[in-house]
């Protein structure tokens, strides 16, 4: 919820005036006595209104927005917030400001207020990526459903800003979730990032997404992942192998600039031990076979994931596939037309 300045004064009565506090002037003079009332409500009037606006929401800036499409955003929020402030001020009645407050414990999590997380470990996995685990009480589990994200509020030089994030751990983990977290070199929150350790404490809500996966729904599932757009796929990828009764066939596609540049490496390689998972490589700085581990060269291409490649894979798939594209902006645009052209239907994929 927003916050208010002056908020410890709700339902209090009307301020002094600082002309009545600071005045030494006797009011046993009849010409002030007879003045005293008009002053008094003047006075009381514009004490009011000062109090009102005092308690008026704040707008939130543009970068305490994550862009990621979330409901409800912080601006949903403040309008929100605003609404009930004009009623509660047409009414003059201050009572109806305190609403009802959303209740939540330390573990539950609430899309409309940020809970606070322990940071227990940070891994560096890359020069600019982190995998970083928050503590959970009690061994609770953080109840996401697998592909869904969090907001994670930051501040930079008094600015606060506000990031979407996807854990990467299974959606059933207890006591712990992990994120996987890029930063850059301009970038605010990146700043923040970098500036974490052991034993700090961060602010998330959520959980956000539209994505609900269900053992079984798909054939297959064609996983296209860009970067930290690898992401969301790790925990339904993750779902698909714990589930002995879900035989829905993976194929993952990860593209990264280079062969040390990929992520979780260790865990793509276990997954795609399953039958029913492959995984493959689309390297855009690498061009040469040699230099990569014998495990890696059937399954990698140099360049960039184009047309032709999604034909062939699309092509190759064992059953009718739903495709998952998560990415950069111009990522997720090139695969969603490169998609269509390889014959699948808008209702045939996802872009997160």
């Avoid at 609403?99 to 940071?119: K, V, W």
């Avoid at 970098?194 to 297959?220: A, I, L, V």
């Avoid at 581990?293 to 064992?318: H, M, N």
Wanted: charged share 25%.
């Amino acid at each position: 919820m927003f916050s208010f300045s002056q908020a410890n004064n709700r339902g209090s009565g009307p301020v002094a005036s600082q002309s009545q506090i600071c005045s030494g002037r006797s009011t046993n003079f009849p010409s002030q006595a007879a003045q005293a009332p008009l002053m008094t409500d003047e006075n009381e009037e514009n004490d009011d209104e000062e109090a009102w606006l005092q308690l008026r929401p704040v707008e939130p800036l543009p970068s305490q927005c994550c862009g990621s499409g979330c409901s409800p955003c912080v601006f949903d929020l403040y309008h929100r917030e605003l609404a009930r402030w004009e009623a509660a001020r047409a009414s003059k009645d201050r009572s109806l400001l305190n609403g009802e407050e959303p209740q939540s414990c330390l573990s539950r999590l609430s899309p409309e207020t940020f809970l606070a997380f322990r940071i227990s470990a940070m891994d560096r996995l890359t020069e600019d990526t982190y995998r970083v685990r928050f503590a959970l009480p009690r061994n609770s589990q953080l109840g996401l459903r697998p592909g869904q994200h969090l907001i994670l509020r930051g501040k930079v030089d008094d600015l606060e800003i506000q990031r979407a994030y996807t854990p990467i751990s299974p959606a059933n983990a207890e006591g712990y979730f992990e994120v996987l977290i890029k930063c850059y070199e301009t970038g605010l929150m990146s700043r923040y990032v970098k500036s974490w350790s052991t034993g700090d404490t961060t602010f998330w809500r959520g959980p956000f997404g539209d994505f609900f996966y269900k053992p079984n729904q798909h054939g297959e599932l064609l996983m296209l992942a860009s970067g930290t757009g690898l992401a969301p796929m790790v925990p339904v990828l993750q779902s698909i192998t714990d589930n002995a009764e879900d035989e829905t066939f993976v194929t993952l596609v990860g593209c990264f600039k280079t062969f040390e540049g990929i992520y979780l490496k260790t865990f793509l390689q276990e997954q795609a031990r399953f039958w029913n998972v492959r995984t493959f490589f689309v390297l855009s700085q690498e061009n040469s076979l040699e230099k990569l581990p014998w495990s890696y060269r059937e399954k990698t291409r140099f360049g960039r994931l184009a047309q032709d490649l999604i034909e062939e894979l699309v092509s190759s798939c064992r059953r009718k596939p739903f495709a998952l594209v998560c990415g950069s902006a111009e990522f997720t645009k090139d695969m969603a037309r490169y998609l269509l052209c390889a014959g699948l239907a808008e209702d045939s994929y996802f872009l997160f």
